[in-house]
């Protein structure tokens, strides 16, 4: 295989993205920040925030499909050089100042193989050997064009791109399947639960409550009445471990909380053994606990699926059922009834800039009797079930998909011979 200069490959010089004062956001083209670089892998129809673009910007800064951006800077080593490719997307699309483009020549450079080259440990390598700094590390777009990466010919690109997208197509059938099926429990759990049309809803009176009107014969409790509340470790977040053989389990970040009560293992931030030992001396995260975010994106929420065990991070809590079932305690935390708990705290200041452990304890949850709890968990344990079937199904995808990775880069596996029609 041969190897080249980045710049050979390059239709122009790479770009630092358009930097504009906060009074020129909020309407206009839609801009990819570090959030979205750092939450997605590939970027299409994501919603993101937007700011205004004279038409000299954007003849500069509108990105195409197949743009690479890498991350300029990073608090985390690790992080600096993360890369993310632009999808087939449909609409004006932009970058913010802190990520790199690079648009290849597609007559000789494949743009997804060269996503998954940046994406593997060969790539991440690379990176790291131009990283400078300490405490911020960050990458130059002049230093990241004098990188030497792999060349192979531009069909064993292409062939080694489908290899591997073809895992990440069915991963993404996977999250479409667990969308709706999320989607489904919070349905069957708005009309029980907050709605009040449970089976037999019709023969109860409705009674006065803090929580205005419930059924007769249901309760109001705090939230710490039914459930472990705890909260993580105020430390210094340990360093991620890349060596393989000292991994021993992972640490929960924000990231990994992903939309409508999923959790989201596309990123692992792996700590080593003594590390894990002491994040997870309050508690190790198992199937059925929760996690809601407490900075940031305030009240963010995800399940842990059955099988997975991980140690709870920094800006985080986590809660476990006691006295409720898990399916009950998730489908509350992504109720409009827990976001109604959060915005009245808030608005009564006894949570101000976060939701701690404090305000979630004293969080109001409406409880009802057992055999409604019952009749609930008959309906809504196979959805649960599927939709750990298909998180775990995706993970393991995922895992088979990472061990491929390198050695489909580095030419270990050889896909010369390899009959895949190419477009």
């Not at 062939?159 to 399947?177: M, P, Q």
């Not at 198992?286 to 407490?294: F, Q, S």
């Amino acid at each position: 295989m041969t190897e080249v200069l980045l710049k050979e490959l390059l239709l122009h010089p790479v770009r630092n993205g358009v930097y504009k004062p906060k009074d020129q956001h909020g309407s206009g083209v839609d801009i990819v920040n570090m959030g979205e670089l750092f939450a997605y892998d590939r970027i299409v129809d994501q919603s993101m925030k937007s700011l205004e673009l004279t038409d000299s910007e954007k003849a500069r800064f509108l990105l195409v499909c197949g743009d690479l951006l890498f991350a300029r800077r990073s608090v985390q080593l690790a992080g600096s050089g993360k890369v993310s490719i632009i999808g087939d997307i449909d609409r004006d699309l932009t970058f913010e100042s802190s990520i790199i483009m690079a648009r290849l020549n597609q007559t000789i450079a494949f743009p997804l193989y060269y996503f998954y080259l940046f994406s593997s440990s060969i790539g991440k390598a690379i990176t790291q050997s131009i990283t400078t700094g300490t405490n911020v590390s960050g990458i130059r777009g002049s230093a990241l064009m004098e990188v030497t990466v792999p060349h192979p010919s531009l069909p064993n690109q292409k062939k080694i791109a489908s290899v591997l997208s073809a895992y990440d197509d069915l991963i993404e059938n996977n999250e479409r399947r667990i969308k709706i099926l999320e989607e489904m429990a919070q349905s069957i759990y708005r009309e029980w639960f907050v709605n009040y049309r449970f089976p037999g809803h019709e023969n109860v009176k409705m009674v006065d409550s803090k929580l205005g009107e419930i059924p007769e014969g249901w309760e109001t409790k705090c939230l710490s009445d039914v459930a472990e509340v705890v909260d993580c470790l105020h430390s210094k977040k340990p360093d991620e471990e890349f060596d393989s053989e000292l991994f021993a389990g992972m640490l929960l970040q924000v990231w990994n909380i992903g939309e409508a009560g999923k959790l989201d293992l596309s990123k692992k931030y792996q700590i080593n053994e003594s590390d894990y030992v002491r994040w997870t001396s309050r508690i190790e995260l198992r199937g059925g606990d929760c996690v809601i975010t407490n900075v940031g994106r305030i009240g963010a929420v995800a399940r842990i699926p059955s099988g997975i065990k991980v140690a709870l991070g920094r800006n985080m809590t986590g809660v476990r059922p006691r006295d409720i079932p898990p399916e009950f305690l998730n489908s509350y935390l992504q109720s409009s009834h827990f976001e109604d708990e959060v915005r009245l705290k808030q608005d009564s200041g006894t949570i101000m800039g976060s939701l701690n452990v404090r305000g979630i304890v004293r969080l109001n949850i409406t409880i009802p009797p057992q055999d409604v709890f019952d009749s609930h968990r008959q309906i809504i344990n196979p959805i649960t079930k599927e939709l750990d079937n298909l998180v775990v199904a995706s993970q393991n995808l995922r895992q088979t998909r990472d061990l491929l990775l390198p050695k489909l880069i580095s030419g270990e596996l050889d896909v010369e011979e390899l009959d895949i029609a190419l477009a």
